[in-house]
């Protein structure tokens, strides 16, 4: 065989393959799920009560500002991404809302800020932000580290009053990449289009201890969090609800006292509450060794993945994407 008839069979395969990929299922097997799956004659209602106005321990409670992108979805979405960011972070809000996070028919992407009271720059900057893109779901309540417990539980409480029939929801962050078409793939087809029942899916962590060091970043007093080790509980980068969770959760939430490590506090200690087991999101994460594959050769490279690494910065976000096919 020549060599031009080599490189033709060569690159021919590689299209074939490439179409392959791109369009035949792909199966993925989570090692122990801990949730069920709905279908069209078993779906589920949870019946919550929730003071709007409330808070967790804030009982002036407010959106300042409340976008409705599910308004016009009665029949509901496959999927309602909720972010939490800061916001000084315009420019990540930006790459999201030009890479993963553009809206689709099934899928709708809002972000959670608290107030800048004393930076009065920024807060024009916001207020601009939500006038040119209307995706801000901003809270009364300061925007600080040890508050993040306070948004993730706005974000559940947004949820629950503005778009219930959503049937999974994500939490995540602004320094996250989704694979948005995967994503969209794996909750159709790999598990429902109807939705789940107690789903937490997540990066699990076990056995984690509480930080006693003053030079820890997460340092809790025993005052704050008494026993010396934390419940199973989720990283907060990338959580995946049901919509069920999501009710259940809040109550939980709003019915005990702050600890302002989120995660631990929503998907560890309200979890436990409420009975529900969080299931590992295993492979579906890009590891840093895979991201490299990714970005030399495609996605075809390496197996499935929804998630991107955590703590991506801007252009690393930008870059993943532009190495992802749409």
């Not at 608290?114 to 916001?126: M, R």
């Not at 075809?300 to 976000?317: C, H, K, R, Y």
Request: aromatic content about 12%; some cysteine; proline content about 5%.
């Amino acid at each position: 065989m020549t060599l031009h008839k080599i490189l033709f069979s060569i690159f021919a395969l590689f299209i074939v393959s490439k179409y392959y990929m791109r369009t035949t299922p792909i199966s993925v097997k989570l090692p122990e799920p801990q949730f069920s799956l709905l279908g069209p004659y078993n779906t589920t209602e949870v019946i919550v009560e929730d003071n709007y106005e409330q808070l967790i321990d804030i009982n002036n409670f407010t959106f300042i500002h409340n976008p409705q992108p599910c308004k016009n979805y009665t029949a509901g979405l496959l999927l309602m991404v909720i972010v939490s960011s800061n916001p000084h972070h315009a420019d990540k809000r930006q790459i999201i809302r030009s890479t993963w996070g553009r809206n689709f028919d099934s899928t709708k992407v809002v972000f959670l800020i608290g107030e800048t009271k004393n930076n009065t720059t920024v807060s024009k900057l916001v207020h601009k932000e939500i006038t040119e893109h209307g995706d801000i779901v901003y809270g009364n309540f300061k925007d600080a580290y040890r508050n993040l417990t306070y948004k993730h539980v706005m974000g559940l409480k947004w949820v629950k009053h503005h778009c219930p029939a959503a049937r999974y929801v994500l939490k995540t962050d602004d320094d996250v990449l989704v694979n948005s078409g995967e994503m969209r793939h794996f909750l159709a087809r790999e598990l429902s289009p109807w939705g789940a029942k107690d789903l937490i899916m997540c990066q699990v962590l076990k056995n984690a201890k509480a930080q006693r060091s003053s030079k820890s970043k997460w340092k809790v007093t025993t005052h704050e969090y008494s026993k010396q080790f934390y419940p199973t509980y989720c990283a907060g980068w990338a959580i995946l609800y049901s919509q069920d969770v999501i009710q259940r959760l809040l109550m939980a939430a709003q019915s005990i006292p702050y600890f302002w490590i989120d995660d631990v506090h929503i998907t560890g200690i309200c979890a436990e509450m409420i009975g529900v087991p969080r299931t590992a999101l295993s492979s579906l994460i890009l590891s840093q060794s895979r991201l490299k594959m990714v970005k030399l050769f495609g996605p075809q490279s390496t197996e499935p993945f929804i998630f991107g690494p955590p703590d991506l910065t801007s252009a690393g976000v930008k870059e993943l994407w532009e190495a992802i096919p749409e």
